[in-house]
Every structure is written in C-alpha cells, then in structure tokens.
Nanobody, 116 residues
Framework: QVQFVESGGGLVQPGGSRGLSCAASGAFFKLYAVGWYRQAPGNQRGLVASISAGGSTNYADSVKGRFTISRDNAKNTVYLQMNSLKSEDTAVYYC??????????WGQGTQVTVSS
C-alpha cells in the first residue's frame, strides 16, 4: 500500500514561486505514473500535472508554462515547481497515481496560498 506525504506549501505572493515535494512509500513507485492534484474550497479535486514512469509529462491548460513536474525514482519522490503563481492557484495540493488515483493513498496535502 503506497502512501504519499506532501510538503512545501505556504504563503506566496502573486508572481512568486514555490516548490512542492511528495514522498512515496513502497518499492513499486517507479513503475507508475504519478500526478499532482489540487482542490480549492468549493471545488472538486483536479489533476494539474502528471509524469509517466518514463518521464513524459502533461499539464492542465491552467498551469502549462508555469508549473514543472519531475520525479526522482531513487528517492521515491515527485516534485512540482510552481512559477508565476496566481491567486487562482490557491488550493490544497496532493499527489497520487494517475490516471486512476488510489483512494487509500491520499495524503494530508499541502496548502498553497497565493496572496499579497
């Protein structure tokens, strides 16, 4: 059973940058595609970026060109570098498998607040 632990959130000014990390337990992490999801108050959780086992990446249109997802399989960790942050990026950020997240693997998430 893989568990994800997210970290790195905080308060960021509009236009600023933030890097998130997600550590995964389990020996088979490197075999699967992983994604970053986010959920803002009153909204459903949605996928913002994903990375395949081979390193191919995909992004939601809303973050394309601003966010970069990467992974280090030796460390069982996936990263999300967020640049040019906007107020609408404010959300709790989670990581999980893609395209089908494991309902038992959700972590606590990490809060990112973009505000001046």
């Amino acid at each position: 059973q893989v568990q994800f632990v997210e970290s790195g959130g905080g308060l960021v000014q509009p236009g600023g940058s933030r890097g998130l990390s997600c550590a995964a337990s389990g020996a088979f992490f490197k075999l699967y595609a992983v994604g970053w999801y986010r959920q803002a108050p009153g909204n459903q959780r949605g996928l913002v970026a994903s990375i395949s086992a081979g390193g191919s990446t995909n992004y939601a249109d809303s973050v394309k060109g601003r966010f970069t997802i990467s992974r280090d399989n030796a460390k069982n960790t996936v990263y999300l570098q967020m640049n040019s942050l906007k107020s609408e990026d404010t959300a709790v950020y989670y990581c999980n498998f893609t395209p089908t997240p494991n309902s038992n693997s959700w972590g606590q998430g990490t809060q990112v607040t973009v505000s001046s």
